[in-house]
């Protein structure tokens, strides 16, 4: 459990008709930023691609849908544009530069099979390495890349409902079901905080 | 003047401040009820109905939202979120001092903190109301818990409290709807705690209708849905709010006159007849002043909103404060201890789930210093806490990617029990409020300034929230069993209370038995500030229950004649 969650669950858990249209716009817009073929608010074109290409092998598509359909490049973009701090942004920015050193050539002039290669001799690298130190810059990329496509992902739409499950308005509390009864027997979706 | 006259005036529209209105005027006052905050009509809450993907930001605040809510945003709270932070006072126009730190979360709107609670419904025991007396702690409490029950009774019974009937003398059962149930580990720790440790775990008692209300008088209120979206406010009016329950059936009586954005910033008193006879507003968007009159006048500002009032309502009768000739008011704040937690990991169970999403966990009521139990620190603490499978993120730091992360993650990952304790701390003068005349908010007013901290009774206490919880996780068998201490200030419970405490004596109390002011017996206060020790259990409807028992009194007191 995360603190958010771990805090709502052990503790429970201005202006609302005032601040609601700005609320909503709000919401409009972030609606609108999903779409395909967004236009990036942090990043240059060229990271996003690079984004785009790692986040796809993390979460790709496969009978169901993946990270690039469900709209996690814009996701991550929308994060480093408002929800991270310098010190995190230039964290990202560095690693990202040093990531696409790390296979000899820039990443993008990789194939497929090369860069898939790298993104997991990284991954891998990330989590050997020591609990509570952040992995070396290339490894460290691929490590809060999989973090913010997981984030971006299982809070998406398409995450939710087709790779979890998730009921809107579940009606009624089952406390102790077998796993085969609750719903289709998947993870239910629920509102998860990472720190990169 | 005419127009400004009411029988009633109610300021503050939270979880006692509703309570006032309803019964007021449920008795045939007109009454006149100011909030500070901007209207929020039942059903009003823009963000209820949202779905994960459509927030934002994955629900979190921006550097933006930080920047506006420094104090909110600390570590202790979790609700400046895109799909809350509507609900919560923006710290740069809503300032207050920190001569110690001093966690303040508050909303200012119709409804106030009752709409963002956490609905955990817990009644206080006579172990609670005797032990200032037998401990020489403080002043004692003026009444008992016979005092109390029938008015815990009719809050209950109005609001719908679900929960389980468990016989403990320090936790008195109540009037309940059916118990929501707990999952299958959270029984078998259940299970193991009695057997290792004659120690109960109980369902949590909330505010949310797990069946329907047992009256007809809040047709707008349906059976809760089980979402746990409740502090973004619920359509189906399915948990306590005043919004959802009290408000509408005060507004039914037809003698409710309601005027958001009114800041009450002073009382006015009469030194000819010795009576507050009304209290000065100020208009939250137009700075506009006005006086409102009333013969009676219940404040329900909140705790610190009632005493920054009273701080601020200054005469030659009352030098230092309205109501204050015992210099009390301000003091003895106090909240729960808060923040100290454990969790483990759980085996097996693998093959069972749950469907819903429970908006209530478990209870462990105290406890300590209960029948022949004896520390070396007074009164105690109890745990809330629940157990649930963990989710994707648990996959992070396992060598996954591609389809196998997506497999792994369709599966419930295994199960984790948490829980943290909610603990008392004791009444003590040097725990004080001031008026800081050195800084103003926007309208000129001047600020709060905290000066609390937690004594050597509760940092034992603290001692034995964390090393019991150790010990009874790891006692149950469960693994990986770690502790959790957030950084928390004072207040992070969210539980202030204490600042115009009632006792018998008006040397030393702000209030009598009834929650009348001992100086001028027309002004009721029954937000927290009256609570003369904080037992453990979250305070509302304690406060409902003596908002409701007060009005009974001051109404049948204006009829004899006698305010
Ligand atoms: C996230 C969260 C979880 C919580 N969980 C629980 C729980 O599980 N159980 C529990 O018992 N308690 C819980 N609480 C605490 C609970 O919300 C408070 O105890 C309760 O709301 C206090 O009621 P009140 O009437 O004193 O004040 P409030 O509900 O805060 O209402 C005060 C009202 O007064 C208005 N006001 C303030 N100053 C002025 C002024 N000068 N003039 C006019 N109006 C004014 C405010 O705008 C507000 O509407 C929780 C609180 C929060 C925020
Ligand atoms: S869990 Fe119940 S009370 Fe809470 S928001 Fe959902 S329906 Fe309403």
């Known amino acids: 459990m995360n603190r958010r969650e771990w805090l709502k669950c052990v503790s429970a858990l201005a202006m609302g008709a005032v601040a609601a249209p700005s609320l909503l716009a709000a919401f409009d817009a972030h609606a609108a930023s999903q779409a395909p073929g967004f236009t990036p608010q942090f990043f240059t074109r060229p990271q996003v691609d690079l984004i785009t290409a790692v986040v796809d092998i993390i979460l790709p598509r496969s009978s169901t849908p993946g990270a690039v359909d469900a709209g996690v490049p814009s996701f991550i973009d929308q994060m480093f544009k408002a929800v991270y701090t310098p010190a995190e942004q230039e964290r990202y920015q560095a690693a990202l530069a040093s990531f696409d050193r790390a296979g000899g050539k820039p990443f993008l002039q990789l194939d497929a099979a090369q860069r898939k290669a790298l993104v997991t001799k990284l991954h891998g690298e990330a989590i050997a390495g020591k609990k509570g130190k952040n992995p070396a810059p290339a490894a460290d990329f691929v490590l809060m890349t999989k973090k913010l496509a997981m984030m971006g992902f299982f809070l998406s739409q398409p995450g939710c409902t087709e790779v979890l499950q998730y009921a809107a308005v579940p009606g009624a509390y089952h406390a102790d079901i077998p796993l085969s009864q609750a719903g289709n027997g998947k993870a239910w979706a629920v509102e998860t905080v990472l720190t990169l | ?563």
């Open chain 2, 1 to 563: 003047m005419d127009k400004n006259t009411y029988d009633a005036i109610v300021v503050g529209t939270g979880v006692s401040g509703g309570w006032a209105a309803k019964e007021l005027t449920e008795k045939g006052l007109k009454t006149l009820v100011l909030d500070r905050g901007p209207m929020v009509k039942h059903g009003d809450y823009p963000t209820a109905m949202k779905a994960p993907w459509e927030l934002p930001y994955a629900d979190q605040p921006t550097q933006e939202d930080i920047r506006r809510w420094p104090k909110h945003t600390r570590p202790s709270f979790y609700g400046i979120t895109q799909s809350t932070k509507h609900w919560f006072v923006d710290d740069l126009d809503n300032p207050y001092e920190e001569t110690k730190p001093f966690d303040w979360f508050r909303g200012y709107h119709v409804g106030g903190r009752s709409l963002m609670w956490g609905r955990q419904s817990y009644r206080l025991s006579d172990l609670d109301l005797e032990a200032n007396g037998k401990e020489g702690v403080g002043v004692d409490w003026p009444i008992r818990y016979a005092d109390l029950a029938p008015w815990y009774d009719y809050v209950e019974h109005f609001i719908g409290v679900s929960g389980s009937v468990e016989h403990l003398a320090q936790l008195p059962d109540g009037d309940f709807l059916p118990p929501m149930e707990l999952n299958c580990v959270e029984k078998e720790f259940a299970g193991r705690l009695s057997d290792k440790f004659s120690r109960k775990l109980i369902i949590g008692r909330t505010a949310n209708l797990s069946g329907p209300l047992k009256h007809d008088k809040s047709p707008q209120r349906a059976t809760c849905q089980y979402r746990n979206l409740c502090m973004r406010g619920c359509p189906f009016g399915a948990y306590f709010s005043s919004n959802s329950s009290t408000l509408p059936s005060a507004e039914r009586t037809g003698n409710m006159t309601i005027v958001p954005n009114s800041i009450v910033y002073e009382m006015i008193y009469d030194n000819a007849k010795g009576k507050a006879t009304g209290v000065r507003v100020l208009d939250a968007e137009t700075g506009k002043q006005t006086e409102y009159f009333a013969k009676v006048i219940f404040l329900c500002a909140s705790t610190f909103g009632t005493t920054h009032i009273l701080l601020n309502s200054t005469s030659s009768r009352f030098p230092n404060g309205f109501g204050n000739d015992s210099g009390e008011l301000g003091h003895n704040v106090m909240d729960h201890l808060f923040g100290i937690g454990v969790s483990a990991s759980v085996e097996g169970h693998e093959d069972r789930y749950y469907s819903g999403r429970r908006p209530n966990g478990f209870y462990i009521p105290r406890y300590r210093n209960v029948g022949s139990d004896k520390r070396s620190y007074l009164r105690g603490f109890g745990y809330q806490g629940s157990a649930s499978r963990q989710n994707w993120s648990r996959l992070v730091d396992e060598p996954l990617l591609g389809d196998d992360l997506k497999r792994a993650a369709e599966e419930p990952g295994p199960w984790r029990l948490g829980m943290s304790g909610f603990g008392e701390m004791l009444p003590s003068h040097s725990n004080y409020v001031t008026l800081d005349h050195n800084h103003k908010d926007k309208y000129g007013l001047p600020v709060l300034n905290f000066n609390v901290a937690h004594g050597d009774n509760e940092n034992r206490m603290k001692k034995d929230i964390l090393d019991d919880a150790m010990e009874m996780m790891t006692a149950a068998g469960y693994r990986d069993v770690r502790s959790y201490i957030t950084p928390a200030n004072v207040g992070a419970a969210i539980h202030e209370m204490g600042t115009a405490r009632m006792g018998r004596d008006p040397k030393t109390s702000v209030l009598n038995g009834w929650n009348q002011m001992h100086a001028c017996n027309n002004v009721f206060i029954t937000d927290g500030s009256f609570m003369a020790s904080s037992a453990c259990q979250n305070p509302s409807l304690t406060y409902m229950a003596m908002t409701a028992r007060a009005a009974k009194y001051a109404v049948d007191e204006l009829k004899r004649g006698n305010i």
